[in-house]
C-alpha cells in the first residue's frame, strides 16, 4: 500500500446484499446489488481522483467473493467519498434501467 496517504476502498462497501455488520459502509439508498470493481472504477473516474486499481487483493471477510479493491488519493474524509462515490453507482444502476 502506498502509505496513509490513500484510502482503501473495496467494492463490498457498496453491495446492498450485505448487512453493515458484513462489511457495507454506506446507507441502502447508496448501494447497489452485486457491485463489481469495474462499476467502483468508474465512479472514482467519474469523480476525477487520482486512484489505483489492486485487482489481485481480496476483502478479508469473504475472500472468495470479492477481488479487487481501489487505493484513492486522500482528499477528504472517507465518509464523505464513500457517501459521493455511492451516489454516483446508485445514479448509473438506476440508469440502466434496473431497480431495486
Do not use: Q
Not at 20 to 26: D, T
Not at 84 to 99: D, N, P, Q, V
Amino acid at each position: 500500500m502506498k502509505g496513509r496517504d490513500y484510502l482503501v476502498i473495496w467494492p463490498v462497501y457498496f453491495d446492498l446484499n450485505r448487512s453493515r455488520s458484513e462489511g457495507r459502509k454506506v446507507a441502502k439508498k447508496y448501494a447497489i446489488p452485486n457491485p463489481s470493481l469495474r462499476d467502483l472504477v468508474e465512479a472514482i473516474k467519474k469523480l476525477g481522483l487520482e486512484h489505483i486499481v489492486e485487482e489481485n487483493k481480496y476483502y478479508p471477510k469473504f475472500w472468495w467473493l470479492y477481488k479487487g479493491r481501489v487505493l484513492v488519493k486522500k482528499r477528504e474524509p472517507k465518509s464523505k467519498l464513500l457517501k459521493k462515490i455511492g451516489e454516483i453507482l446508485r445514479s448509473s444502476y438506476e440508469l440502466s434501467g434496473k431497480r431495486t
